[in-house]
Nanobody, 128 residues
Framework: QVQLAESGGGLVQAGGSLRLSCAASIRTFSNYAMGWFRQAPGKEREFVAAISRNGGSTSYVDSVKGRFTISRDNGKRAVYLQMNSLKPEDTAVYYC?????????????????????WGQGTQVTVSS
């Protein structure tokens, strides 16, 4: 059973920073490409960032490029999202996800349908 647990959300002023963490109960964590998604009230779930199995490849939605950084520690079975220069439009519930299938070492996916395991989410609120 794969379980993902996010932490690190909270309330922050615009321009501030937060670091989200996702702990995975996956014995073979290094076999899974990982991603972060977010969903704001009344909006569709949105891709934020993805990282390959070995951490060597990453991808971001344009709106967070240069502000957010995704990383992973396979030894700790964890993935992180460092969020800097936060804006009110970043307010959402942020979800960690693990890919359904084992991808090649340097591959990632931005497609939510290719993620089979999801955490419960953590709320991020950015005040103006």
């Amino acid at each position: 059973q794969v379980q993902l647990a996010e932490s690190g959300g909270g309330l922050v002023q615009a321009g501030g920073s937060l670091r989200l963490s996702c702990a995975a109960s996956i014995r073979t964590f290094s076999n899974y490409a990982m991603g972060w998604f977010r969903q704001a009230p009344g909006k569709e779930r949105e891709f934020v960032a993805a990282i390959s199995r070995n951490g060597g490849s990453t991808s971001y939605v344009d709106s967070v490029k240069g502000r957010f950084t995704i990383s992973r520690d396979n030894g700790k079975r964890a993935v992180y999202l460092q969020m800097n220069s936060l804006k009110p439009e970043d307010t959402a519930v942020y979800y960690c996800a693990a890919a359904s299938m084992v991808l090649s070492t340097g591959a990632y996916t931005r497609n939510a349908n290719e993620y089979g395991y999801w955490g419960q989410g953590t709320q991020v609120t950015v005040s103006s």
